[in-house]
């Protein structure tokens, strides 16, 4: 273990949410330490908003509300969430979220998923690269934000930053 690569408080969200825009919605803070195993992400939605139900096959996810209320659907029930609440999504599950009036604050944690970003132009185009034929076109896939494939072309939300996608087609 490098001397970087010991324990450290990141982030207090008590204090860090009421600094950020009430407006802001999305990714508000992402975990981003390099050599890290886990991803984490900060995400806010505003009132009455909502991420559609979807199922996540690759990975289990922990969510933490840090703020706000809502509830989570999927697999026929409902669950209220409240601030402090900590819910287990477990990969295969179907699941969907829905803000209260004060809108929703939470945390998710799951395991990072490696080696699905795009890694420029400039590297596609070196004349070093000898591949056959054209690579199907994943765009559509690619968050704006921060630049990485979502696993599910129907993903709401980017699984790495948080960032609102637009829907399939609707670049």
């Known amino acids: 273990m490098s001397a970087q690569e010991k324990p450290r408080?990141?982030?207090?969200?008590?204090?860090?949410?009421?600094?950020?825009?009430?407006?802001?919605?999305?990714?508000?803070?992402?975990?981003?330490?390099?050599r890290r195993q886990l991803d984490a992400n900060l995400l806010r939605l505003p009132?009455?908003?909502?991420?559609?139900?979807?199922?996540?096959?690759?990975?289990?996810?922990?969510?933490?509300?840090?703020?706000?209320?809502?509830?989570?659907?999927?697999?026929?029930?409902e669950l209220a969430l409240t601030s402090g609440a900590v819910a287990w999504l477990p990969r295969g599950s179907r699941r969907g979220l829905?803000?209260?009036?004060?809108?929703l604050v939470y945390l998710t944690v799951h395991g990072r998923r490696p080696g699905m970003s795009i890694t420029g132009a400039a590297a596609l185009l070196r004349a070093d690269i000898q591949e056959?034929?054209?690579?199907?076109c994943a765009l559509d896939r690619v968050c704006p934000e921060c630049g990485k494939m979502r696993a599910e072309a129907s993903a709401p939300f980017c699984?790495?930053?948080?960032?609102?996608?637009?829907?399939?087609?609707g670049r």
């Open 159 to 169: 699984g790495w930053c948080g960032e609102r996608l637009a829907p399939e087609g």
């Open 9 to 34: 408080l990141l982030v207090s969200f008590d204090q860090y949410v009421p600094l950020v825009s009430a407006e802001r919605t999305g990714a508000l803070w992402k975990l981003a330490e390099e």
């Open 132 to 136: 056959g034929g054209e690579a199907a």
């Open 47 to 77: 009132p009455e908003g909502g991420v559609a139900e979807h199922v996540e096959d690759s990975l289990d996810v922990l969510l933490v509300v840090v703020a706000g209320d809502g509830f989570l659907d999927g697999d026929d029930q």
């Open 98 to 103: 829905r803000a209260g009036p004060q809108g």
